[in-house]
């Protein structure tokens, strides 16, 4: 399972992700992106939402072993 978060210092509610994962993401009473049920979608539906946020507000973690799944750790290899 994946750890998503999303900050809300740069969120501005344009809801990509809400569009692109709807299982995952919703809507708070600020208008602002949150997790609403992290497992709500594929792991590869929630990769393009925080691929398709227009302000990196997502960040996507691999659960187990704290890897940075995206944005993707320049340190890590293939």
Known sequence: MVRIEVDHGF???NAMCVA???GVFAHNENRQS???DAAGDS???VLEAAANCPVS???VVDGETGRSLFPPDPTAGP
């Open 34 to 36: 949150t997790v609403v």
């Open 43 to 45: 792991e590869a539906l």
């Open 57 to 59: 507000a997502i960040r």
């Open 11 to 13: 969120c501005v509610g």
């Open 20 to 22: 692109t994962a709807p």
